[in-house]
């Protein structure tokens, strides 16, 4: 047990070397870490949001948007496929109860209708074996039909814009520029996100609470907007009122337009601001992907004369005359920007628009000076423990307990390196991990140090109660190290948030408290056994 191979010796100081220099990058100045050689690893610790200060917003999505979407999109292809075939029917609407009702005129025509809805489903996977289904049903009562959205569909629908909508809101954060940003799903249709160091938590909300759904529309000049207020509203047009443009008397200004989506934002490639050559304004320019190219192409040159809406989250934010074909793909969006706004909403439109409205449950702001605070307390608590811990080590065990206190400034080292090399978000439940460890660490050589104490009681030589004292210790050490590091793992997977960095750290500092405690400490105890050669020990 005591004897070590050189190749042991090597790779035991090969991994403290490689600790020394993992963990400078985290614990130098920044001036000094600047110039350091560029062979040493430039990885730090990353501070978490209770150190460093910053933004934490818990989202909910919408996912209730996504189910009324698709009934929407069945209401609009019903009507066109009852058109088709020329099925007179009455009522055709989605209710609060997310179900379309409609009544056909001729009874004789029902068993049509309903072939022609059913043809309108999109087949879902679902079941253990993956079994394609129709994502809609129809019930028919007597001339009335009820369309529903299988429990399955909504289910898959809500799932996928919960997914959908984390990726979204990563790229609009990745867009702002801000470091180490954590977005995490919590429970089924929530997303936690820590955003340390943002100065502007403001403006972050702003660009995730955004829908960003644009569409290109054209205007409806065959029906004046008294009339459509008057219940006169034709079927395929809307009203929708503008975002920055209102009356004189104080009411937002509104237009009719076409329900059907000439272009929308997912035939956009790019988005980024500018100035208007012209006005000297601020505005977007975007430039469309193939198809969206040709189709504003055919449809500018088809309506030249005409109004085109830009509408963005149900408003209008501009509705020029289209001068002439733009043929292109490319335009732009002016209505009223700042350079603030149009850089907000190149962000949100490069980003994409999210699939369902997010809803902000919590907000909560760290002030770095808090976070400045966090770090102070959590420092002199470790070095309040470290102490305690090398005191309590020789009061107890004397002169070897030299050791076991120098084990612990190595696990301590160990610790801080692994976590640089990992990148690892350090949070103040980090700090208690860490503290923790530290204790578990001296712990194992407690255990070692008794067992050696026990030897030498029942007569044993120098020699012999180190080794057995280490053998015997060894397997008590691993049982009682291996169900902690069992429960860190769990509470990594499983935990959120701050319960993930305390886990982190717990798992880490088990792992380098194990290499401390029962190979480092056995071999300076080995290398000291081996010089100095003692008849008795104090223990």
């Known amino acids: 047990m005591l004897y070590f191979a050189r190749w042991k010796v090597g790779a035991i100081l090969a991994v403290i070397v490689a600790g020394i220099i993992y963990m400078l990058p985290t614990v130098l100045p920044p001036s000094v870490f600047a ?3 560029k062979w040493v690893p430039h990885k730090t610790i990353n501070l978490g949001l209770d150190l460093r200060g910053g933004s934490h917003l818990l989202l909910e999505v919408d996912t209730r948007a996504v189910v009324r979407e698709r ?17 007179g029917y009455t009522g055709l609407a989605v209710g609060a109860d997310n179900v379309v009702r409609l009544s056909i005129r001729d009874p004789a025509q029902v068993a049509a209708a309903v072939k022609k809805i059913e043809a309108l489903s999109t087949p879902i996977q679902s079941g253990a074996f993956g079994i394609a289904q129709p994502d809609i049903s129809v019930e028919v009562s007597g001339a009335e039909l009820s369309v529903r959205l299988s429990e399955a569909a909504a289910t898959q629908r809500a799932t996928n814009a919960v997914q959908q909508s984390i990726e979204v809101v990563r790229r609009r954060i990745d ?32 660009l995730l609470g955004r829908t960003a759904k644009l569409t290109f529309q054209m205007v409806d000049n065959d029906t004046s907007l008294a009339d459509a207020l008057a219940g006169r509203l034709p079927p395929g047009s809307e009203i929708v009122p503008a975002e920055n443009e209102v009356n004189l008397d104080g009411t937002p200004v509104r237009y009719v337009l076409k329900s059907r989506a000439v272009i929308t934002g997912e035939m956009l490639v790019d988005a980024h601001p500018t100035t208007d050559g012209r006005t000297g304004q601020p505005v977007v320019s975007m430039r469309f992907d ?7 192409g055919e449809t500018t040159s088809a309506n030249v004369g005409k109004r085109f809406a830009i509408v963005l989250d149900g408003k209008v934010i501009s509705a020029p005359v289209i001068q002439e ?40 702001t760290v002030g770095p000076g808090l976070g400045a605070d966090s770090v102070r ?13 090398v005191a309590y080590m020789f009061a107890t065990y004397g002169p070897f307990a030299v050791f076991a206190n120098i084990a612990l400034l190595v696990n301590i080292v160990l610790i801080f390196a692994i976590l640089s090399a990992l990148q690892a978000t350090l949070t103040l439940p980090g700090i208690a991990g860490i503290v923790l460890t530290m204790g578990m660490a001296v712990d194992a050589n407690v255990l070692i140090n008794e067992r050696v104490r026990e030897e030498i009681a029942a007569g044993r030589t120098v020699l012999s109660s180190l080794e057995a004292g280490y053998k015997r210790a060894l397997t008590t050490i691993i049982d009682s190290n291996l169900t902690a590091f069992i429960t860190g793992v769990i509470l990594y997977l499983l935990g959120t948030g701050l ?14 408290s194990m290499f401390t405690a029962v190979t480092f400490s056995r071999w300076m105890t080995s290398m000291w056994v081996m010089r100095a050669r003692p008849q008795t020990l104090i223990v």
Do not use: H, W, Y
Not at 377 to 389: D, L, P, R
């Open 35 to 37: 110039s350091l050689p």
């Open 71 to 87: 009934l929407n999109a069945v209401v609009d292809d019903t009507r066109t496929a009852l058109r088709e075939d020329f099925i």
């Open 175 to 206: 867009e702002t520029g801000t470091a180490e940003p954590s977005i995490q799903r919590q429970g089924t249709g929530r997303i936690l996100v820590q955003l340390p160091g943002v100065d502007d938590p403001d403006r972050i909300k702003r």
């Open 290 to 296: 193939p198809t969206g190219s040709r189709r504003f």
């Open 325 to 364: 074909p733009i043929l292109g793909g490319t335009g732009q969006i002016s209505g009223n920007f700042t350079i603030s706004s149009a850089n907000d909403l190149s962000v949100l439109l490069r980003a994409g628009a999210l699939p369902a409205p997010l809803v902000v449950l919590e907000e909560r």
């Open 377 to 389: 307390a959590g420092a002199i608590a470790s070095i309040i423990g470290f102490v305690g811990m």
């Open 499 to 512: 319960v993930r960095g305390f886990a982190l750290t717990l798992c880490v500092g088990i792992v380098t």
